[in-house]
């Protein structure tokens, strides 16, 4: 019994490997010609600087609503988008349409900065990155007014090309942020080997706080170290005014989160930087 059981269990494992292969297959498909039909756009996501009460910079975060009309999230597509190479088309069409955005948005008299995701896969080659500089300053835009968000696992990794042209970026001006920190193995250790300007904290750090004292002592235990490395904290999902209070009591740098805004659309982003008051 136990021998049928483990050759069925081996059948249905195949059975399901293969629909989400086909899936994935699918959904790349998709995406290529989504890409050519502009059904992909960004929106954007208001980042609050707790020191001036002003929205200092926005996260760029990408969108796709296929030709039947449906929204298909990133935490879907991106991972087939980096699987299969296409990320390195995605991420170029992000980054230009950034910049497009925020040459208008600099125009509108906001001097702010905007954030964007890169992915491990898109840090394979020094000449994407010197590409990535060139399209920044062809729209007027001073490096320093752009962050790229990495996740942990890539500093984490030694992998000596991708670091390599992160310290190249970095000497030109653009700023570093680690994305979902404290969801991986975050050694804050490994924090001293690598030059970064911020630290995004996962929105699970925070999930339960401020009632859950484990979760306060850690966010209190990350800002001292932040604070002492001259790091500073972005404190990501922050979805409730205790959350909120609970950060600028314990000096966190940065909020980002439905509390003060969804992600947005240009033109309503536009207005909703017009009328932020804090
Ligand atoms: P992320 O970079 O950590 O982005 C934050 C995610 O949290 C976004 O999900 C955002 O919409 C969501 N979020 C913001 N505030 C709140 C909140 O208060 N509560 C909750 N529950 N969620 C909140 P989104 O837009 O679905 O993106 C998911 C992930 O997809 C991103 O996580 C990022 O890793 C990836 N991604 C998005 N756009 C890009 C891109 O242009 N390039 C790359 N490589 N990855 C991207
Ligand atoms: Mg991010
Ligand atoms: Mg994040
Ligand atoms: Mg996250």
Redesign the pocket.
């Known amino acids: 019994a136990a021998k049928t059981a483990g050759r069925r269990t081996h059948y249905f494992f195949n059975d399901e490997l293969r629909e989400q292969t086909e899936r994935q297959n699918a959904i790349h498909k998709r995406m290529r010609e989504g890409l050519k039909r502009h059904e992909f756009y960004?929106v954007y996501?208001p980042i609050i600087d707790f020191s001036t009460g002003k929205i200092s910079k926005c996260?760029?975060?990408?969108?796709w609503q296929d030709e039947d009309g449906n929204m298909i999230?990133?935490?879907e597509f991106?991972p087939v988008a980096e699987r299969t190479g296409l990320?390195h088309e995605?991420?170029q069409f992000?980054l230009e349409q950034a910049c497009v955005d925020w040459a208008v948005v600099h125009k509108s008299g906001y001097p702010i900065e905007v954030s964007?995701?890169?992915?491990e896969r898109?840090l394979n080659d020094m000449e994407s990155a010197k590409r990535w500089l060139s399209c920044i300053s062809q729209h007027g835009i001073p490096n320093t007014s752009i962050t790229f968000?990495i996740t942990e696992s890539l500093l984490m990794s030694n992998k000596q090309r991708q670091l390599q042209i992160l310290h190249y970026l970095r000497s030109q001006g653009v700023q570093l942020a680690i994305?979902?920190f404290g969801t991986g193995y975050s050694s804050i250790n490994y924090l001293q080997r690598y030059p970064v300007d911020y630290i995004?904290i996962?929105?699970s750090f925070l999930s339960q706080a401020p009632q859950n004292k484990v979760q306060v002592a850690l966010l209190d235990a990350l800002l001292q170290v932040a604070r002492a490395l001259d790091i500073n904290v972005i404190a990501?999902?922050?979805?409730t005014r205790q959350q909120w209070e609970l950060l600028q009591r314990q000096r966190c740098d940065f909020a980002?989160?439905?509390?003060i805004s969804?992600?947005l659309p240009l033109n309503e982003l536009l207005k909703f930087l017009k009328d932020w008051q804090f």
Do not use: M
Request: net charge negative; glycine share 8%; charged share 35%.
């Open positions: 960004l996501q996260e760029a975060l990408l969108r999230s990133p935490a991106i990320i995605l991420g992000v964007i995701n890169r992915s898109e968000e994305d979902d995004k996962d929105r990501e999902g922050v979805e980002q989160g439905y509390f969804e992600p």
